[in-house]
């Protein structure tokens, strides 16, 4: 079974500048979240997706922050303009509907200069 | 709404000897309850998962944690801890809310491993 996929890797951007994150979950699973993870916690949810809808974006900083899963399958988070405090690192997971367990990628580790 | 304490940000043990990490959550009713752990440069992997069948869970690697309903703590515990061990973990309590699954993690726990 293929995993969560991820890109980039790693992303170094100036400040107000603007980047994007893609995330595949694994085929099927109908939950996708997007974490923020800054150095030394624990990851934070940002939003979370059940198939195309949003079904909690409460911590989404929607003035700069968005996001979108067309069809259902794969999601972009988008950053625009980034800010010093967004380094960190943004993880995706999915989910089957219904399963109480997460499925992580890699994650994408963003560095704002 | 649920959340966890993890009471230690950073354990240093030496190869061979027990490890214990720390985890109180707090919620309303009986919750679920996970820990993940995440290696240098790689994703978060689920090692256990707590969901009322019984209240000592075993994991992978060896790792087991016991749910103490009356202390509201997940504690994590391995007899012997290997080098590979060392990484960061997670607390992690589960919640459904207007039928969706949210999850909260704790802060995080580093283990240090020492030869």
């Known amino acids: 079974e293929a995993g969560v996929a991820q890109s980039p890797r790693y992303k170094i951007i100036e400040k107000r500048q603007s980047v994007a994150f893609w995330c595949n979950p694994i085929?099927?699973?109908?939950?996708l979240y997007w974490y923020q993870q800054i150095l030394g916690q624990g990851p934070k949810l940002l939003i979370q997706?059940?198939?195309?809808?949003?079904?909690?974006d409460s911590q989404l900083p929607k003035d700069r922050f968005s996001a979108e899963r067309l069809k259902g399958v794969d999601s972009t988070l988008k950053i625009q303009p980034a800010k010093l405090e967004d380094s960190a690192v943004y993880l995706c997971?999915?989910?089957?509907?219904?399963?109480?367990?997460?499925?992580f990628g890699s994650g994408t580790q963003l560095s704002v200069l | 709404a649920q959340s966890v304490t993890q009471l230690d940000s950073h354990v240093s043990v030496s190869e061979g000897t027990p490890v214990l990490l720390r985890c109180n959550y707090s919620?309303?009713?009986?919750?679920?309850l996970f820990w993940y752990v995440q290696h240098p440069n790689k994703g978060l992997q689920l090692l256990l998962k707590?969901?009322?069948?019984?209240?000592l869970v075993k994991g992978i690697n060896g790792f087991e944690a016991e749910f103490k309903k009356s202390e509201t703590s997940f504690h994590l515990t391995k007899p012997s801890a290997h080098m590979s061990d060392a990484a960061e973990y997670f607390c992690?309590?589960?919640?459904?809310?207007?039928?969706?699954?949210?999850?909260?993690f704790g802060s995080g726990t580093k283990l240090n491993v020492k030869p």
């Open positions: 997971a999915s989910s089957p509907w219904g399963r109480e367990k997460l499925f």
């Open positions: 085929s099927g699973h109908a939950t």
């Open positions: 997706f059940q198939n195309n809808g949003v079904v909690d």
């Open positions: 919620s309303s009713y009986s919750p679920s």
């Open positions: 707590y969901t009322s069948a019984a209240t």
């Open positions: 992690v309590v589960s919640d459904w809310v207007y039928n969706f699954n949210k999850f909260y």
